[in-house]
């Protein structure tokens, strides 16, 4: 089970003095159970590649194809992997459009033509899920605060119960408690077996819970490892106009001043045990 | 976001850098004239100098069949009725109980070049000319009827914010219907009334979206103290440059060819 995109290449406007290949010669797969990021800078192509791998864009014509879980998209089958690959839109909550949440919540299942029991059971579930209070399922999307909406927003793409969940900068735009609300989300249904892929700006949120980091550069994939192994590379991401984490800059400052030999730390929690190991050892005094 | 019919295409050419408001006057004058047209003789005069005008702007003539596109049709219906109605004396065939007359053929060669040559000059201008541009060249051309009372300042500023508008609008209508598709809407089966009501989920959106960017676009104009055209200063004044006269010039010399030839050779 996965996604894999094969040499895809993608040019926005073609044929016009407009035209802009915003990916070039793309190869990626992304296996069932991933929990992964992908980072780069503004315009380098993140949102453009994430929209492949549920066929919201197609690849140009004869330049490349993507495949889900073995199965080709094309135009006949999109609106079928759809259902298996969700994608929550960066802002999603500007999409929402229903009079009731419960409607809009619902308004994913219309096309499973499901009894009315079923629909109840089914938005239920994904609002726990999302840990949305049931009392606003039946207020109006437009009262809701900015984190309710996106919760309310996210909870209509799970409910068709996805294999894969997309996400578009789930966490912009919220305060520091929403944001940890919609990482300790991905992270419990990556827990259930949910494949997720997400796009960042925060290093941070990024070095805590993604286990693979896929960097774009410029419409191409420029690194694709294991946070540590693609933090480890400061000069080359600052370069690209990106960064590492906070904590991972303290410790390379502190190695460098120090003249220590310690290794590269990327959450605060290693950098914690660090620190208090370097104390046991009597190389650090505090 | 495709292209769309009269999207500026940027340049550097003689007609981009000439003065908007010969460009407006440039486009209202073509219109005239071309209405004007009845014979072979002013056509060609006319399609020449309008052909003329796109060739010295550099832009590809791919763009004029680009421009015609969404009107094909209509010239199809056009063509179809002026061949199959219009009485004349030379048949040309009979079909059953319809008759084509020799002038049938004629008049509908001339309707697609009439209705082609129109097109052909309003795109020329909005190819050419950024809509910030035209704006302020309708304003500059409408401010003699300020003096009656005419809102020209309020009506042009309703114009530039209403194209500034148009591509935010298409933008956002795409990122919706995609965002509504990913959820499993589907825009194009079932029947008519299926396919209109399909389209809710991104219309209510839209004008939420709409209202929310009028308001916050008041609130920006205000707080830079926007109040009305009185006083206003202009960042880009309009000059109106020896360039501009010539092509008025000539301009005035295509439009007296053609009425010299319609009221005083009547060819
Ligand atoms: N609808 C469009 N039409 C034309 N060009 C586009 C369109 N969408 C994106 N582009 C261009 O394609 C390139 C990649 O865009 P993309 O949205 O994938 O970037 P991104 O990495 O998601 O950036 P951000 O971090 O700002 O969201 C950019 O240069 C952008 O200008
Ligand atoms: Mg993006």
Redesign the interface.
């Given at each position: 089970m996965s996604i894999v995109l094969e040499n895809v290449t993608f040019t926005?406007?073609p044929k016009?003095?407009?035209e802009k290949t915003a990916l070039n010669d793309v190869s990626l797969s992304v296996e069932s159970g991933e929990f992964t990021a992908i980072i780069g800078h503004t315009g380098s192509g993140k949102t453009t590649l994430l929209?492949h791998f549920?066929g919201?864009l197609m690849p140009d014509k004869n330049k490349g194809s993507v495949y889900v879980d073995g199965e080709k998209i094309t135009k006949k089958n999109v609106?079928d992997v759809?259902?298996k690959v969700?994608?929550v839109?960066q802002y999603?909550e500007?999409?929402?459009?229903e009079e009731t949440v419960f409607k809009d919540i619902a308004?994913?299942?219309?096309?499973l033509k499901l009894s009315d029991e079923e629909i109840k059971e089914r938005v239920l579930a994904a609002a726990k899920t999302v840990d949305l209070d049931e009392a606003l399922l039946e207020r109006s999307v437009?009262e809701l605060s900015g984190g309710e909406k996106r919760r309310v927003a996210i909870c209509?793409?799970l409910v068709?119960n996805p294999s894969y969940l997309l996400l578009d900068e789930p966490a912009s735009g919220l305060d520091p408690a929403g944001k940890r609300e919609i990482m300790k989300l991905l992270k419990s249904l990556n827990d259930r077996g949910m494949t997720i892929v997400f796009i960042s700006h925060s290093m941070d949120d990024v070095a805590e819970n993604a286990r693979r980091v896929v960097i774009v550069n410029d419409g191409g994939i420029g690194l694709d490892g294991t946070p540590y192994e693609v933090f480890k590379n400061r000069e080359l991401l600052t370069s690209w106009g990106l960064d590492v984490p906070e904590v991972t800059k303290l410790f390379d400052d502190l190695r460098i001043k120090s003249g220590l030999d310690i290794p590269h730390v990327i959450t605060i929690s290693e950098g914690v045990k660090l620190v208090e190991k370097l104390k046991a050892e009597g190389r650090l005094k505090l | 976001m495709r292209i769309s019919l009269g999207r500026f295409v940027p340049g550097d050419s003689l007609i981009h850098r000439a003065d908007p408001r010969t460009k407006l006057i440039w486009t209202i004058v073509m219109m005239v004239l071309v209405l004007m047209c009845s014979s072979w003789w002013q056509y060609l005069t006319a399609a020449v100098f309008v052909i003329g005008c796109f060739a010295l702007s550099g832009i590809s003539f791919k763009y004029i069949l680009m421009s015609l596109r969404p009107i094909m049709l209509l010239l199809a219906i056009t063509v179809i009725f002026n061949l199959l109605f219009f009485k004349g004396t030379d048949v040309l065939f009979t079909l059953g109980a319809l008759t084509v007359y020799k002038e049938g053929v004629l008049q509908s060669v001339k309707t697609i070049i009439r209705v082609s040559l129109l097109i052909i000059s309003a795109s020329l201008l909005t190819y050419t000319t950024s809509s910030v541009a035209i704006t302020d060249g309708m304003e500059s051309l409408m401010r003699p009827l300020a003096k009656i009372g005419f809102p020209a300042h309020e009506v042009a500023m309703m114009m530039s914010i209403a194209l500034r508008f148009v591509p935010t609008f298409a933008d956002e209508t795409d990122k919706i219907m995609k965002a509504q598709a990913a959820r499993g809407a589907d825009f194009d089966s079932g029947n008519v009334f299926k396919k209109v009501k399909s389209y809710i989920p991104v219309l209510i959106p839209l004008f939420v979206g709409a209202f929310k960017s009028a308001e916050d676009m008041a609130t920006a104009m205000e707080s830079r103290c926007y109040k009305g055209g009185k006083g206003r200063t202009r960042y880009k004044v309009l000059k109106f440059s020896s360039a501009d006269l010539i092509m008025l010039i000539v301009t005035l010399v295509f439009t007296a060819t053609v009425i010299l030839l319609k009221y005083v050779f009547k060819i």
């Open positions: 926005y406007m016009t003095p407009f929209q549920n919201l609106r759809r259902m969700g994608y839109f999603p500007h999409q929402l459009f308004f994913g299942l219309k096309r437009f209509g793409v068709t | -």
